[in-house]
């Protein structure tokens, strides 16, 4: 048993994949003891670069399965991580409230029924006289929002996020390695990777977090995994019309699927697109701004100034995310679709607890 404890405490972990997993992987693991090394080139497009950063959960209009679970046991865990993070930055927070809104009535009638079903998950109806729903009808002329808050749901900045990963990782003075991996292979007890660079890693695991990228490193005839791109494309709005102000606005709501944040009193983010490509498309303007029957004169095109896109990776055949261990030493936890952020508490938990099984 001593020397079982031994090995647990001097192990060596790889994590490929420098996105909001892969580094929130080395945040839990690195408070175990663990020796940890992040392996990746940081490409701007990853599917970090497509994320809002909202945490739907209360609002999740499921109350069971694996998908609740983990949303259940993440919205338990953020609070507690933020309270840790926030000494590395105080700036990192959740805001709330989160608000979905419908021009449907069928949709609303389907909000009220969860609503109804729930009572105790903080979430409250909003109706056509509400405040909230007369702010946002007239920045946008519109007269058919009907929808739910949720006083507990919210949002965390990814850019803030990422940026306070990075301080708490730098000042843990964790290993990374601005290189891909393009080999793994097994010796003995042990794992080598070999990165673009041709240098080798030998590590006791290694955690594959880097989305699509996951496939060019396991054996694909003899696991079935299988995983396709699905790119977000986000833009930005900036006005300078002085009768309009975006700050009567709520900081960040959806309508009919499509997510707004109001950064000031002048720049609003639209986002984000689902294209099963790996080529953005070029009406992304059209396509997030399609329940509008009349734009107002501020929402058009010419006041885009800025857009972005990241390509996310979807299982097929099995739920996001991916959450196993292939053989020992070897973890997936990849596959997250739309849910990097909400989520990540709850899978890097997972992977800390799997990873006992590998090394005892």
């Not at 839990?28 to 090394?37: A, N, P, R, W």
């Not at 497509?50 to 993440?74: C, F, V």
């Not at 991580?81 to 009535?105: A, G, H, R, S």
């Not at 054996?219 to 102000?245: R, Y």
Request: net charge positive; glycine share 6%; proline share 3%.
């Amino acid at each position: 048993m001593k020397g079982s404890k031994r090995n647990f405490k001097n192990a060596h972990i790889l994590i490929v994949g420098s996105g909001i997993v892969g580094k929130f992987n080395a945040l839990e693991l690195s408070k175990k003891g663990f020796k940890i090394t992040i392996a990746d080139q940081q490409k701007k497009k990853n599917s970090s670069s497509a994320a809002l950063g909202l945490l739907i959960s209360n609002m999740y209009q499921k109350s069971k399965g694996r998908s609740w679970e983990l949303r259940k046991k993440s919205n338990e865990l953020w609070p507690k991580w933020i309270k840790f993070l926030k000494q590395y930055n105080n700036n990192l927070q959740i805001e709330k409230p989160l608000i979905q809104l419908t021009t449907k009535q069928e949709n609303f009638e389907k909000l009220c029924k969860f609503f109804s079903h729930h009572p105790r998950r903080g979430l409250r109806v909003l109706e056509q006289d509400s405040t909230i729903i007369q702010s946002i009808n007239t920045i946008f002329n519109m007269d058919n929002l009907k929808g739910i808050i949720s006083n507990e749901d919210g949002r965390i900045d990814p850019l803030t996020l990422l940026k306070t990963l990075n301080i708490y990782l730098k000042e843990k003075k964790i290993n990374f390695i601005k290189e891909n991996i393009i080999k793994i292979k097994k010796i003995g007890n042990q794992w080598i990777s070999t990165c673009s660079n041709k240098l080798e890693i030998k590590s006791d695991v290694i955690i594959l977090c880097n989305s699509l990228d996951t496939l060019k490193l396991i054996d694909l005839n003899f696991h079935n995994i299988k995983l396709k791109p699905v790119l977000g494309q986000a833009i930005e709005i900036s006005l300078n019309n002085e009768e309009i102000n975006l700050l009567s606005l709520p900081k960040h709501f959806s309508i009919d699927g499509t997510n707004f944040i109001r950064t000031n009193k002048n720049k609003i983010i639209i986002g984000s697109t689902d294209e099963y490509d790996i080529k953005p498309k070029e009406n992304t303007f059209e396509d997030l701004t399609h329940f509008l029957e009349t734009k107002p004169q501020w929402l058009n095109k010419n006041n885009i100034t800025d857009k972005w896109f990241g390509i996310r990776s979807r299982p097929e055949g099995e739920p996001s995310p991916i959450l196993k261990s292939l053989e020992k030493g070897l973890i997936l936890c990849t596959g997250f679709y739309k849910n990097g952020i909400l989520l990540a508490p709850a899978c890097s938990n997972w992977v800390s607890n799997e990873i006992e099984n590998h090394l005892l």
